[in-house]
């Protein structure tokens, strides 16, 4: 793997020799328990980072709240200048960060800039952002009043982050929260550590560079209970997770439980409809893409292909086809398409779901397996795989992050495709490939697709920053990113003004004394 760079890309990043993993800025503390960081690209060890203890924690919070104090008087437009050169700094380390990204998460080194590309638009978004942090003004019943409403900064704001996009999410959170006049303690996956590192160096340098507090960015590391410190923290009135159903429902309810507000997404189930009308060409692109992308660790991937009868063998065909062409091997070598799972764990639940959907009547049409020899040490590269499968099936219904696509049938008419693709618990993506105009806004009406994400002639993975990002149902609700995703980021206050000299009340009461 050194020939790829990954020691030059260390070095760039300045995390050669890390190993703390608590941070406030400039300043880092270790006094938690160690974790380690395995690449599952060749299974070698890249850095052991100390957790963070409840002292550590303690320094943060005090930091972070005091920081805030200071951050939230800064005009908006001034901390958006400093989310300007951060971005800056990003695009200066984009190829470094990317490789980092493609080393410790596994994803291929294209998707790896792509992702250090989110978190540079991100930033480009929020920047513009900073000077239309806008309320509305209305008016008033009453003579002589003016009525208006404004968004505050919030405080601190707590991230849970997942390790299949360990640092766009993060600067999709961070991004608006700073330029919302927020502070932030980021909590990265304890399988992607040192990318939480390493964009939390950038981050510092920039606050320092500006002489800004410590606080404004921190970093904390380790598993769910370092995550619980934080939702059961009333000084944090935002905890924004990403990650599992499974997770989101603990922390929804501690976060719940003391009435702050949580910003969820979690898992998703995400289908393309294929209709008769599909371009054929453009629905293989869009479901291997989908499907094998990330090794089927986005919680966009495309995990069900819902194709009408009528066209449903030549589909099937061509996308049997396509994954005949797969090249499965180092992400860092930009000749293969599919990178490993991030560790055997997710490999055991990857051969679990195959063993499964056959268990339960199901139909693998191209094998899985786990590769082996020269190249596949880490044991964490498996086949991408396809089933034909039941909707209705336990196996079906279940998330499986890892590249297992399933293809069902449907007749008649598109509703019934729908009603497929909504009968699920998650509602995070979902596509129609049709160059029919009517079934295109069938499946966009109000009796279409149940998803936050909805598209046409496209696939399920992908999603631009300007839009907002997120799912309805067991995908918790929450909308990240772009158009007016902000607005969880700040407090809202809605506030009248009598500028005469009589004191009317509304609704017309009259109380004289
Ligand atoms: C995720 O998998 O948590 O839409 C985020 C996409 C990416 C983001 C995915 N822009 O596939």
């Known amino acids: 793997t050194t020939s790829f760079g990954i020691e030059e890309a260390l070095e760039q990043l300045g995390i050669k020799d890390v190993n703390q993993g608590t941070s406030t800025g400039n300043e880092w503390f270790s006094n938690g328990e160690e974790i380690s960081s395995f690449s599952p690209v060749d299974g070698q060890l890249i850095a052991k980072v100390s957790t963070t203890s409840k002292e ?30 951060f971005g800056e700094e990003l695009r200066r380390l984009k190829e470094p960060l990317g490789k980092l990204v493609s080393y410790e998460m596994g994803k291929s080194y294209q998707e790896g800039l792509g992702e250090v590309q989110e978190m540079i638009d991100i930033c480009d978004f929020a920047v513009g952002l900073s000077r239309q942090l806008h309320g509305l003004t209305m008016h008033s019943e009453r003579p002589g009043h003016r009525m208006y409403e404004q968004y505050h900064p919030l405080g601190v704001v707590g991230i849970i982050s997942a390790f299949n996009f360990p640092v766009a999410v993060w600067a999709w959170n961070t991004a608006l929260a700073w330029i919302c006049g927020d502070v932030c303690v980021w909590k990265p996956s304890e399988k992607t550590p040192l990318c939480g590192i390493a964009c939390q160096k950038i981050a510092a340098k920039v606050f320092a560079d500006n002489n800004l507090p410590e606080g404004i960015s921190c970093l904390i590391n380790g598993d769910y209970k370092v995550g619980e410190m934080m939702t059961n923290d009333k000084r944090v009135p935002l905890v924004s997770a990403t990650g599992s159903i499974r997770m989101g429902k603990i922390v929804a309810q501690a976060v719940a439980a003391r009435l702050g507000k949580s910003l969820l997404e979690l898992g998703g189930n995400n289908a393309i409809i294929v209709t008769p009308d599909a371009d054929i060409k453009m629905t293989v692109i869009g479901a291997v893409f989908g499907a094998v992308g990330t090794a089927g660790q986005r919680c966009t991937s495309t995990r069900r292909l819902i194709i009408h009868e009528s066209i449903y063998d030549k589909v099937k065909d061509a996308v049997v086809d396509a994954y005949k062409q797969l090249r499965i091997g180092n992400p860092l070598d930009e000749k293969n398409h599919v990178g ?18 056959v268990a339960e009547g199901g139909n693998i049409i191209v094998e899985g397996g786990v590769l082996e020899g020269e190249g596949y040490e880490s044991g964490c590269y498996v086949k991408p795989a396809i089933a034909e499968a039941k909707n209705s099936f336990e196996i079906v219904q279940h998330e499986t992050f890892a590249p297992v696509l399933y293809l069902m049938k449907y007749s008649g008419d598109v509703e019934n495709a729908i009603e497929l693709q909504n009968g699920v618990v998650q509602g995070l993506s979902s596509a129609i490939m049709t160059n029919n105009l009517r079934e295109a806004e069938r499946f966009l009406s109000h009796a279409g697709s149940d998803c936050g994400i909805a598209n046409v002639n496209i696939g399920t993975s992908g999603a631009e920053i300007g839009g907002a990002f997120g799912g309805e149902k067991e995908t918790g609700g929450g909308r990240e990113s772009g158009s007016d995703a902000w607005k969880i980021y700040m407090r809202r206050q809605t506030n009248t003004i009598n500028y005469t000299t009589e004191l009317p009340l509304a609704q017309g009461i009259k109380f004289d004394l």
């Open 340 to 357: 490993p799972l991030i560790d055997k764990d997710a490999v055991r639940m990857y051969n679990q779901a195959l063993e499964k959907v």
């Open 56 to 85: 550590d924690y303690e320094k943060v919070m005090q930091s972070a709240t005091s920081a805030f104090k200071d951050w939230r008087l800064k005009p908006a437009p001034q901390r958006g200048e400093i989310v300007r050169q």
